[in-house]
């Protein structure tokens, strides 16, 4: 006997942001008490479905029970992590890549007899415009075919672009394939905060949110370490060919071992095969917005503009984005120059440099890891209702520590202090970048839910901007200004930033209440 669709407890269909602040963040036991706000599971990856009732539409189809094996916050841990670890590998190496390169700049510039600053900048830079540009169709393609197609297209294509990085025979080949090769990367980076909203109940997203930030965070400041030393015993071609093999590597177990999370995608295969198995055409996904495919397309493409221009929480949490990560590579692509003519460090030696960076990020990762989900599972445990600004109490001291570490940085190095005290100031630049990062990440897959894709391409597209424009006014401004000064600027910049992300913690649900904005 064919399966039969199974109906939900009819609700409210509106797809406002605003429903996470109620809906998402209620505690199992008020559960019976507040039915009228119980949307679809998936939507909000924390409501447990109530049983069929009579009287409602019999052509719904949504999951078996509130334990359906289909659904994928009730896979095995082992499943989820697998598509997590696999995910969280691509996206530690494509970070990695922008800044693995650095210290072998100054090699290609001299193979293809180029010694224009500028140039030498954008090589590096190129690769993170890439990574704003991709996320503009990824992620709303991800929320309409799945995340699996998106993913296993754009790892293919990014290993092909970083072999033709490796085969590059000028200056402007490379320039070329690694803003390609960006493009592709970014998708991973972009759409996984979607896939743990997929897999996870916000009080579990902390210890899977921590593992899959460390990539866009610590990559950079890892990637220069092996990027030094490679590149001056093997030369720079090498360090595009190691890529090439780890992320090929990563992306053949993607492919094979990982499964497609997204609700919408899975409750329409299941309704095509039940149509198959009962000849009922009329069956239809709960999910189903019953459009046409062509206009459902092209309301997730305009949804991260949509954010970017509507929604007030999603421009003030891009644009002190964009201000961290254009600071954090600005550092990135003049700490090798930094350090060889203040320390004499070699192109090998000058990677060491990083350490710092990298050694803050990984302190970094084990408080958030350690803070994020404690604190909310004992606020639900008193009954307390949760809610996405719940992730912010990290962030607060997060600009105000960058800034600390970039006055120590900046006037240790112009001062030519011994060589470990700048790189000490660095490491509170690092530990800063993950307490605003991490909390950053979670507070935008908890507040949009469904959506965490687009909210993430949009701030992405800001973040990758601020990355690649920043560090080609940074040889100038240090020219002009010296290392204490210029990097005193970038701090006073970041503590400016405090308030906001202050206002963002007190006021950010009243905002996303009062002003709510429709996506559907």
Not at 162 to 173: E, Q
Not at 487 to 515: A, C, D, M, Q
Request: proline share 5%; charged share 15%; hydrophobic share 45%.
């Amino acid at each position: 006997m064919a399966e039969r669709a199974r109906t939900p407890t009819e609700t409210s269909e509106t797809t406002n942001v605003a429903e996470s602040t109620t809906s998402d963040y209620v505690p199992n036991n008020m559960m019976e008490d507040i039915e009228k706000f119980e949307i679809a599971k998936t939507a909000t990856n924390d409501i447990k479905k109530k049983d069929e009732q009579p009287g409602q539409d019999p052509n719904i189809v949504w999951w078996d029970g509130e334990d359906d094996p289909a659904n994928p916050l009730n896979w095995a841990p082992l499943k989820k992590w697998t598509n997590i670890m696999l995910l969280s590998g691509i996206t530690f190496i494509v970070p990695l890549a922008s800044s693995m390169f650095a210290p072998g700049v100054r090699q290609v510039a001299s193979e293809f007899g180029e010694s224009n600053e500028i140039l030498e900048a954008l090589v590096v830079s190129i690769y993170v415009i890439g990574l704003a540009v991709g996320p503009l169709v990824q992620a709303p393609m991800s929320e309409v075919y799945g995340r699996w197609i998106v993913y296993s297209t754009c790892n293919v294509l990014y290993v092909v672009f970083t072999i033709a990085c490796a085969v590059s025979t000028n200056i402007s080949m490379l320039i070329v394939f690694r803003f390609f090769a960006g493009c592709m990367g970014s998708a991973p980076v972009t759409i996984g905060g979607g896939t743990i909203a997929d897999s996870f109940p916000p009080h579990q997203r902390g210890r899977a949110l921590s593992i899959f930030t460390l990539g866009p965070v610590a990559g950079p400041a890892i990637g220069p370490i092996a990027g030094g030393f490679l590149s001056e015993s093997e030369g720079w071609r090498w360090i595009f060919w190691v890529l090439a093999i780890a992320s090929g590597v990563i992306t053949v177990g993607q492919i094979f071992l990982t499964q497609e999370t997204s609700a919408v995608v899975i409750l329409q295969r299941k309704v095509k095969r039940l149509q198959k198995e009962t000849g009922n055409m009329s069956l239809r996904s709960k999910l189903d917005r019953q459009i046409p495919g062509s206009e459902v397309l092209k309301r997730a493409i305009v949804r991260p503009a949509k954010l970017q221009v509507l929604s007030a929480i999603s421009i003030l949490m891009s644009v002190a984005t964009a201000v961290v990560y254009g600071n954090l590579y600005l550092m990135l692509t003049t700490i090798t120059a930094v350090f060889e003519s203040t320390y004499g460090f070699t192109t090998g030696t000058s990677g060491l440099a990083y350490i710092g960076l990298g050694l803050g990020n990984v302190i970094g990762l084990f408080v958030f890891s350690f803070t994020s989900d404690r604190y909310l599972q004992q606020k639900s445990a008193k009954g307390l209702q949760l809610k996405p600004e719940d992730r912010l109490p990290l962030m607060l001291g997060s600009c105000p520590t960058i800034a600390a570490g970039m006055f120590w940085y900046g006037w240790s190095a112009q001062a030519k202090t011994h060589w470990i005290v700048p790189i000490i100031g660095s490491g509170f630049v690092g530990l800063g970048n993950m307490f605003f990062f991490m909390p950053m990440m979670g507070y935008l897959v908890d507040a949009y839910t469904i959506y965490a894709a687009s909210a993430l391409a949009a701030n992405t597209v800001l973040r990758s901007i601020g990355g690649g424009l920043l560090p080609l006014a940074g040889q100038s401004m240090y020219g002009a200004l010296g290392y204490g000064w210029g990097n005193s600027l970038l701090g006073f910049i970041l503590i400016g930033f405090t308030p906001v992300i202050f206002l963002i913690y007190r006021y950010g649900e009243h905002i996303r209440t009062k002003w709510p904005l429709n996506l559907d």
